[in-house]
């Protein structure tokens, strides 16, 4: 829906690394996946990187998805944007309870999503994500959303939190 509506490219890491499928990258990321383990932070780096360069993202911006996990892919971030001339505008955090959240991806059907990899997957987020809302708040970047809702209603609060941060810099200009 983002790059439908607002033609920013979608970037979302995971979805790089399932469609990598049986090359070399996609054999070794898949039973860290299904074990709801963190593939290793050099190759996630390495991957976003890599695909910033792409023209879509000089075009019209990215929307990082799953993306950074922890500090040190935080950190890294910072200075590949750096690198680039690019900064960051807007951290979006789309806040579900967790019975919710788990009853959705029990709902989706992927091979990653067994309970016990749900399980893993949430322990890990608070461990080493969750740390990241502090760290984009004190950037003044963190926008937290209702992530209750349906598509739809997710996606208004979503386009609205970003169409603010753009009329927001128009105005600083
Ligand atoms: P997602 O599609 O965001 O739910 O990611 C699915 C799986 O891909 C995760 O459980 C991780 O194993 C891996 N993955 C995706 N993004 C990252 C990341 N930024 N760092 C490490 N592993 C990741």
């Not at 992927?110 to 987020?125: C, G, N, P, V």
């Amino acid at each position: 829906m983002l790059n439908k509506h607002e033609n920013i490219a979608h970037i979302s890491t995971g979805e790089m690394l399932r469609s990598a499928g049986d090359t070399e990258l996609g054999k070794k990321a898949k039973s860290i996946m299904e074990a709801g383990e963190l593939v290793g932070d050099d190759l996630m780096c390495e991957l976003v990187a890599e695909r910033l360069l792409e023209a879509d993202v000089a075009e019209a911006g990215a929307a990082l998805d799953g993306f950074p996990r922890n500090p040190i892919q935080a950190e890294a971030l910072q200075g590949i944007l750096e690198g680039l001339g690019y900064s960051l505008n807007l951290a979006i955090n789309i806040e579900v309870e967790e019975d919710l959240a788990i009853k959705r991806m029990l709902g989706r059907g992927r091979s990653d999503d067994t309970l016990e990899a749900i399980q893993k997957r949430l322990e890990i987020y608070e461990e080493q994500t969750r740390p990241l809302l502090e760290w984009f708040t004190q950037k003044g970047l963190l926008v937290t959303i209702d992530g209750s809702g349906t598509e739809a209603e997710v996606y208004k609060l979503f386009s609205a939190a970003i169409d603010n941060t753009v009329s927001m810099e128009k105005t600083q200009k």
